[in-house]
């Protein structure tokens, strides 16, 4: 069954709005977890990990302000983009491991497909 | 250069062929090594690690290729479940996605 939950798995909003995406393990404590975006025929893309009680580091390119990321228990990490514009359009999935081992395989939420108009 | 790199394909295989394919990486230094198969809008799902030794699990086998920085992916057998997109993915702590290949299994 799965491991990582995430919520919603899709939803469509006005520009201009906020969204807010939760990923939550569901019998492992994560104290990393990942966020990435996935455009069409493209390959997943890191945005930024979410460390628990910290503050998340972003990869090069993606705004903070606008991809607010709170990683508040072991548990839960949120992805909030604010003031979304139709370009924010894209698949949204976050991801944790069961280990802190680089060899850990990382499980997937379901992702969440993000509409702007 | 990408850190990590696969034919997008399609592959198109009749139903009980055999496809293979690589997936090459740049880093060097990388140490973890996975397959993913991912649907159609759909997250990506784990289906197997790929160790330095090669290993099997079932119709799949992968292989590593250290020398040449590259890894494999064989399906024997061919369903036509197995059609998806395969994702290479590589790293250590911090892991690269390949874009995918995809298979596609005909009847």
């Known amino acids: 069954g799965a491991v990582v939950s995430q919520h919603p798995s899709w939803v469509i909003c006005k520009s201009g709005t906020s969204v807010k995406i939760e990923c939550r393990s569901l019998?492992?404590?994560?104290?990393?977890m990942f966020w990435y975006r996935q455009f069409p025929k493209q390959s997943l893309m890191l945005m930024a990990t979410?460390?628990?009680?910290?503050?998340?580091?972003?990869e090069q390119g993606v705004e903070k302000d606008k991809f607010l990321i709170n990683h508040a228990s072991l548990t839960l990490s949120t992805l909030t983009v604010t003031s979304a514009h139709p370009e924010d359009s894209s698949f949204y999935i976050c991801?944790?491991?069961?280990?802190?081992?680089?060899?850990?395989?990382?499980?997937f939420g379901n992702g969440t497909r993000l509409t702007v108009t | 250069r990408k850190e990590v790199e696969q034919d997008p394909g399609p592959f198109n295989v009749p139903e009980g062929a055999t496809v293979a394919f690589n997936c090459t990486y740049s880093?060097?230094?990388?140490?973890?090594f996975f397959w993913y198969r991912q649907d159609c809008r759909k997250e990506p799902k784990l289906l197997m690690s790929?160790?330095?030794s090669g290993n099997e699990d079932g119709r799949f086998t992968a292989q590593l290729n250290r020398a040449s920085q590259y890894i494999s992916l064989l399906i024997r057998d061919s369903k036509l479940s197995d059609s998806a997109t395969y994702l290479c993915?590589?790293?250590?702590?911090?892991?690269?996605f390949g874009a995918g290949t995809t298979v596609t299994v005909r009847a």
């Open positions: 991801s944790a491991s069961r280990s802190q081992g680089w060899d850990s395989p990382l499980h």
């Open positions: 019998d492992f404590q994560a104290t990393t």
């Open positions: 979410s460390n628990e009680g910290s503050k998340a580091t972003y």
């Open positions: 880093n060097s230094a990388s140490q973890s």
């Open positions: 790929v160790y330095s």
């Open positions: 993915v590589v790293g250590d702590y911090k892991l690269s």
